[in-house]
């Protein structure tokens, strides 16, 4: 098996710097620091960061890379797309589902309902979740696609880390999907996917909003 290459190396260390909330949001990350910081010269830093540029995960300005920036729009552009792409992967998954990947979805599944289980460790186990269907879809484009949306949406998680707290109706949206692959509905879970994901959307979105409104209010008040 070939090597990683270097810029290989940087970009996938920073996607998941980024992706994980890691890095803020407006952050500049120049070429010159960030071949310091992995021992690499500016070449291969520089395709890195052009290759997160196409994922969206930052803004190319010259010789620098701005990380980019959160917005309610932006989110609800993400979701969007989300509730298009992963109901049919998951319809055209559910079929190939077998005993491992069942077996899999439900330990997930007990992580995400275990009260010990901190936010982060949740999100996880939360994209290890739907992962499990989505790689059998049989449509590596779809799952690239769905894959760069969800790093996209998790930003929003992982920097709004205590929206994760009553999530019991998520809960139950995850039971019901995975009492419909395990029955081979893939109708149902098609659907039931496509309403966890606005239910989702929902959480975020009021999280958000209710947090915008705080800022304005302290704006004001000071």
Do not use: C, K
Request: negative net charge.
């Amino acid at each position: 098996m070939p090597s990683e290459s270097a810029a290989a190396r940087v970009a996938r260390d920073l996607r998941e710097r980024l992706s994980a909330g890691l890095v803020e949001p407006g952050t500049a990350l120049s070429q010159t620091g960030v071949a310091e910081e992995y021992g690499v010269s500016r070449i291969p830093v520089r395709d890195a960061l052009q290759q997160l540029a196409a994922e969206g995960l930052v803004e190319l300005r010259g010789a620098t890379a701005v990380v980019t920036p959160l917005s309610i729009e932006d989110l609800q552009e993400l979701y969007e797309l989300r509730e298009a792409v992963e109901p049919l992967a998951t319809r055209l998954a559910v079929p190939r589902v077998g005993r491992a990947a069942l077996t899999r979805m439900r330990h997930l599944l007990a992580t995400m309902e275990d009260d010990a289980t901190a936010p982060r460790a949740w999100l996880e186990a939360n994209t290890a979740f739907h992962a499990e269907v989505y790689a059998l879809a049989g449509r590596p484009r779809m799952v690239a696609l769905v894959e760069q949306l969800r790093r996209l949406t998790d930003r929003y998680l992982y920097v709004h880390l205590d929206v994760i707290g009553d999530v019991e109706h998520l809960q139950a949206e995850h039971r019901a999907i995975l009492a419909a692959v395990e029955a081979g509905d893939a109708q149902a879970a098609a659907e039931l996917t496509r309403v966890h994901l606005a239910s989702s959307h929902s959480v975020v979105l009021d999280h958000l909003l209710a947090q915008e409104a705080r800022g304005r209010g302290e704006q004001a008040g000071g």
